[in-house]
């Protein structure tokens, strides 16, 4: 089966997978499946209520 390259899997265990082009133990490049990091998704940030919220940001701390 061929697969595009780039291609993301998540395992039922939960590992992420990618599949690209990488070197095998014998040190030759081939196609395969390899870990990858999970892709982080940015949380909304939640709507401003007013103008001087939006021009004026939150206090800093001491």
Same mark, same amino acid.
């Given at each position: 089966? $061929?697969?595009?390259?780039?291609? @993301?899997?998540?395992?039922?265990?939960g590992?992420?997978?990618? !599949?690209h $082009?990488? !070197?095998?133990?014998?040190? !030759? +490049? $081939?196609?395969?499946?390899?870990?990858?990091? *999970? &892709?982080?998704? *940015?949380?909304? @940030? +939640?709507?401003? /209520?007013?103008?001087?919220? /939006?021009? &004026?940001? *939150?206090? +800093?701390?001491?």
């Amino acid at each position: 089966m $061929e697969y595009e390259l780039d291609a @993301r899997w998540v395992c039922e265990c939960g590992d992420n997978y990618v !599949f690209h $082009e990488g !070197f095998n133990r014998a040190g !030759f +490049k $081939e196609l395969n499946w390899y870990r990858a990091a *999970p &892709i982080v998704v *940015p949380e909304q @940030r +939640k709507a401003h /209520r007013s103008l001087r919220d /939006r021009l &004026i940001g *939150p206090r +800093k701390g001491d």
